[in-house]
């Protein structure tokens, strides 16, 4: 029987509407998180409490009702147990983080380990938007590389700096507090990590001034169906005032993002035009 079905038959009797409750959840360490319908809000402590003794390894159960901001900071609400700060484990990994306070995307896993599978020992990287570290942890863990995790948000660096002690990846990954605008031009890199949307337009040309003459940056962006040809054009527009060429381009659809839209990566192979 799945999870909805279990949830059914736990508050049969006790709502209506049963046929809108939810069919997933996303766990993170020991706290779940879920979305509801509007006609479930007024019935989500007894779906808090129903998902709580179905789900007996869990603490807390959160009400995600929004994600907005610079920051991307979710709006989340407890409505089971109790405390919203937990350690995630991801290939190998361990991320200390606060649910009220970041956000944590479960559909780009595999993005992740794609990602290791190209990094060659020996390169230095850049991190432009390094969040908790879901992307410089994960890579200095598996790869003898030096890295540099930038991150504006001074909630996200405390806990970029509890994550790379907590992995012992202190020796291969230099966190930094500041604009990436501002840091990541002081920087030569191998390849650049931009995970950060929308308007990562914005930033690539800044990227590219920490670029070595040649150098990979994985582009993430968020795209209508049918428009990547577009973005891939502005992308070159400015690789061109910027003297760079276009080498090689990967394409890849990360995940859906909202119906219609994809979270997108370019993995691009620049150069700079001699």
């Known amino acids: 029987m799945g999870f909805k079905e279990l949830l059914k038959k736990e508050l049969k009797g006790k709502i209506k509407n049963l046929d809108l409750l939810p069919g997933s959840y996303q766990i993170l360490g020991d706290i779940?998180?879920?979305?509801?319908k509007d006609d479930l809000l007024k019935n989500k402590k007894d779906i808090g409490k129903a998902m709580m003794k179905l789900l007996p390894y869990v603490k807390t159960i959160c009400l995600i009702k929004k994600v907005e901001g610079e920051f991307r900071q979710p709006e989340v609400e407890v409505i089971a147990g109790n405390g919203t700060e937990t350690v995630h484990k991801e290939s190998g990994c361990l991320f200390k983080l606060d649910v009220s306070e970041i956000m944590w995307s479960k559909?780009?896993?595999e993005e992740r380990r794609r990602l290791v599978k190209q990094i060659?020992?020996?390169e230095v990287i850049v991190d432009m938007f390094a969040g908790v570290g879901y992307w410089s942890v994960i890579l200095a863990k598996n790869k003898n590389v030096d890295i540099y995790a930038i991150e504006l948000n001074p909630k996200s660096y405390s806990y970029l700096k509890d994550n790379v002690k907590l992995n012992k990846?202190?020796?291969?990954?230099?966190?930094?507090l500041g604009d990436c605008r501002k840091e990541v031009v002081k920087l030569k890199a191998d390849r650049i990590i931009m995970g950060y949307?929308?308007?990562t337009i914005e930033y690539l040309e800044f990227a590219l001034?920490?670029?070595?003459?040649?150098?990979?940056?994985?582009?993430?962006?968020?795209?209508?169906?049918?428009n990547e040809n577009n973005l891939l054009d502005e992308i070159k527009e400015i690789l061109f005032v910027n003297n760079f060429r276009l080498v090689e381009n990967k394409f890849k659809i990360v995940k859906k993002y909202a119906p219609g839209i994809n979270h997108?990566?370019?993995d691009l192979k620049v150069k700079r035009k001699l």
């Open 209 to 226: 001034k920490a670029c070595k003459d040649d150098c990979w940056i994985h582009y993430h962006d968020i795209c209508e169906k049918g």
């Open 197 to 199: 949307f929308p308007g």
């Open 169 to 176: 990846v202190d020796s291969k990954v230099k966190t930094i």
């Open 120 to 122: 060659r020992n020996g």
């Open 32 to 36: 779940c998180l879920i979305k509801l």
């Open 107 to 109: 559909g780009n896993q």
């Open 264 to 266: 997108i990566v370019f």
